[in-house]
């Protein structure tokens, strides 16, 4: 399973903030995304970024974050 949240984290510059969201293209579906906030708190709780929002969809999955690179 792909690490979607470090994916984006690795390619932004420091103070930078991005969308992380689910890619068909590369087999992300909104249920294997959610791992992906696993992924993001993780990187937080190191203090490596900040999650500044997550974005849920009607049925309560969530289908983007929002981050910004802080190391």
């Known amino acids: 399973m792909r690490d979607i949240t470090k ?7 420091v103070g930078a903030a991005a969308w ?3 890619v068909a293209a590369k087999g992300d579906t909104l ?3 959610q791992s992906a906030h696993e992924g993001a708190k ?3 709780e190191e203090g490596l ?3 500044v ?3 849920r969809e009607v049925g309560g999955l969530i289908d983007a974050i929002r ?3 802080l190391g």
């Open 20 to 22: 992380v969201r689910p």
């Open 67 to 69: 981050i910004q690179r």
């Open 7 to 13: 994916e984006v984290y690795d390619k932004m510059k």
């Open 53 to 55: 929002k997550i974005q």
């Open 49 to 51: 970024i900040q999650i």
């Open 42 to 44: 993780l990187l937080a």
């Open 31 to 33: 249920e294997s995304f």
